[in-house]
Every structure is written in structure tokens, then in C-alpha cells.
């Protein structure tokens, strides 16, 4: 199946550092997606990217959507304690149904686990 | 703001015993999906619904599960026989559809955490 790879697997930074995660896949997704999931809770999506190159900043997140399509990356920006967490990236295709054409299932990568020390 | 809600939380049952999750996506969506997380592992893909029917399935998905929307507001996943390896958080997901190409976000839930014991 549609593999993705994350990284790092988890990141021990110090609050206000930078942090930097990506992902990438050997096939082609029309959209890239990141989200966070916060322990016992669903995922809850940051920021969404629907075209190769798009850069889409969300307050102090910025990701963008590698120009082959089969690459993204999140960068958080003078990281907060509430940043912890785990991330993950999500690919989606386009696929046709009945009621016309959308966006089917999503391929998660395997997460990155955040960790902030204040 | 609008969300999707599942019931139970957390479900415990026996090996062999059949459950159903429960899951009123967002009221004006119309596809709707269930994935699955194993404790420590990435979320899973299960299952994509649309129109009443099954749209996609991921080979997880076996003869033992099942969905079904029972009325206008519920979607439900059933597991017929129970096995260890199905303890997992199970989490529902819905979407807007629009004729056309629609760019439009899944909604998730906050997932039931089935125990099988």
C-alpha cells in the first residue's frame, strides 16, 4: 500500500526553539495535509495544502507542498509548552464517485512525537 | 462550531463478542469515514461511505466489520467477533461533498478506545 515516512520519529526541544518536520512518499497525492493529535483525543487539522509549491503559513505553522507532490514539510516557529503533542502528516488523492469527484481516504505518516521543555 | 461526536469513549468486550461504535458526523456532511489508531502507531484507514454504500475499504476491513447509516444522523461500525488485535481507538471522520472537486478537510471525532479483553 501508499506508504508515507516521517520525521524525525521525535523531537526534545526547548521552548522558543524552531522545529522542523517533514514527509515523504514515493507516489504522487493531490492534497497534503497536517494535523495534531493531543493524547486520547482525534486528530485536529493545522493546515491543509492543495497545490505542489503552495507555502501556507497558520499563525506560527508554516508547511509547504514539495513540488514533486510527494513531499511536505511543517516548521513551528518558537515553539510554546502547548505545542506538545503528536503530528502527523496525511496524503489524499483525488478519486470519482457517484455524487462526481472528492478527495478519498487519507494515508497518515507514522507521527511525530513533540516534546517542549519550558 | 459544528462537530463530529462518538459514543461510547471507551468500550470494553470480550474476545468473541460483537460491538458497535457509534458516530453523528457533522450535519450537513455526506462522506463519512472510519479509521483506526493501535496504541503508539499511526491512524489507519477502515472504511470511506457515501450514499449509503461502501465507496473504498482498506484490507483491514474483513468480512467482520461492517457499516451502516441507520437513520439521518447516525453512522455505526460493527465488528461481528471480536479479536484481540481490534483493540484500537476508533475514530469517525465526515466531509462535505460538492459536485465537482470539492477542497474541503475531514472533520474527525474523538474516537472510542475498544479494549478487547
Known amino acids: 500500500g501508499q506508504q508515507l515516512n516521517q520525521s524525525p520519529q521525535s523531537m526534545f526541544i526547548q521552548e522558543g526553539e524552531d522545529v522542523s518536520m517533514n514527509c515523504t512518499s514515493s507516489s504522487i497525492f493531490n492534497t497534503w495535509l497536517w494535523y495534531k493529535q493531543d493524547p486520547g483525543e482525534g486528530p485536529v487539522l493545522l493546515i491543509a495544502l492543495y497545490k505542489a509549491g503552495e507555502l501556507t503559513s497558520n499563525g506560527r505553522l508554516t508547511a509547504q507542498f514539495g513540488i514533486t507532490r510527494k513531499d511536505s514539510f511543517l516548521n513551528i516557529s518558537a515553539s510554546i509548552p502547548s505545542d506538545v503533542g503528536i503530528y502527523f502528516c496525511a496524503g489524499q488523492r483525488l478519486a470519482n464517485y457517484a455524487g462526481g469527484t472528492s478527495y478519498g481516504k487519507l494515508t497518515f505518516g507514522q507521527g511525530t512525537i513533540l516534546t517542549v521543555h519550558p | 462550531e459544528p462537530e463530529v461526536t462518538q459514543t461510547p469513549s471507551h468500550q470494553v468486550t470480550q474476545m468473541g463478542q460483537e460491538v458497535i461504535l457509534r458516530c453523528v458526523p457533522i450535519s450537513n456532511h455526506l462522506y463519512f469515514y472510519w479509521y483506526r489508531q493501535i496504541l503508539g502507531q499511526k491512524v489507519e484507514f477502515l472504511v470511506s461511505f457515501y450514499n449509503n454504500e461502501i465507496s473504498e475499504k482498506s484490507e483491514i476491513f474483513d468480512d467482520q466489520f461492517s457499516v451502516e447509516r441507520p437513520d439521518g444522523s447516525n453512522f455505526t461500525l460493527k465488528i461481528r467477533s471480536t479479536k484481540l488485535e481490534d483493540s484500537a481507538m476508533y475514530f469517525c471522520?465526515?466531509?462535505?461533498?460538492?459536485?465537482?472537486?470539492?477542497?474541503?478537510?475531514?472533520?474527525f471525532g474523538q474516537g472510542t478506545r475498544l479494549t478487547v479483553v
Open positions: 471522520a465526515s466531509t462535505l461533498l460538492w459536485r465537482g472537486v470539492s477542497n474541503t478537510e475531514a472533520f
